[in-house]
């Protein structure tokens, strides 16, 4: 007795627009990542014998040059604009926490003046960043 055989099916995954949604994933996770990179300015730290670790706390980053060139958040500002840059950084995060860069050779006068600016705009935590002392 002769047994006929049905036709044999070939399974397939369709390959041709793989490429398609490897692209399309890959532009979604780029566009919906959020990317907070602080540029670091080249300062010369002063150091310090000892250090404490910052709560996750909302931070601003205020860096000051020897020169005298002041960056909040990777924007250049000017001394008058210090006041107005931490009160909108304020604005968003009531608890803000300011994080001091000042160059060990940025003149005395402008740390002053920036830290006098930083508290009219009502902020009350100032940390000085500095790097440890080594040992010798």
């Known amino acids: 007795m ?8 070939e399974s397939a995954i369709p390959v041709s627009s793989m490429a398609d949604i ?19 300015q080249p300062i010369t ?4 014998t000892d250090s404490e670790l910052v709560e996750d706390a909302h931070k601003c980053f205020v860096w000051v040059n020897a020169d005298g060139r002041i960056v909040i958040n990777n924007d250049v500002i000017t001394p008058d604009d210090v006041e107005m840059a931490i009160l909108k950084q304020r604005a968003l995060h009531p608890d803000l926490v300011i994080l001091l860069h000042g160059d060990e050779n940025s003149p005395y006068m402008l740390i002053s003046d920036i830290l006098d600016r930083i508290k009219n705009a009502g ?14």
């Open 22 to 40: 490897a692209f399309l994933l890959l532009i979604f996770l780029i566009v919906t990542s959020a990317i907070n990179m602080q540029r670091e």
């Open 123 to 136: 902020v009350q935590k100032v940390i000085f960043v500095a790097r440890r002392k080594t040992e010798k």
């Open 2 to 9: 002769n047994i006929k055989r049905g036709k044999k099916i």
């Open 45 to 48: 730290l002063p150091s310090a």
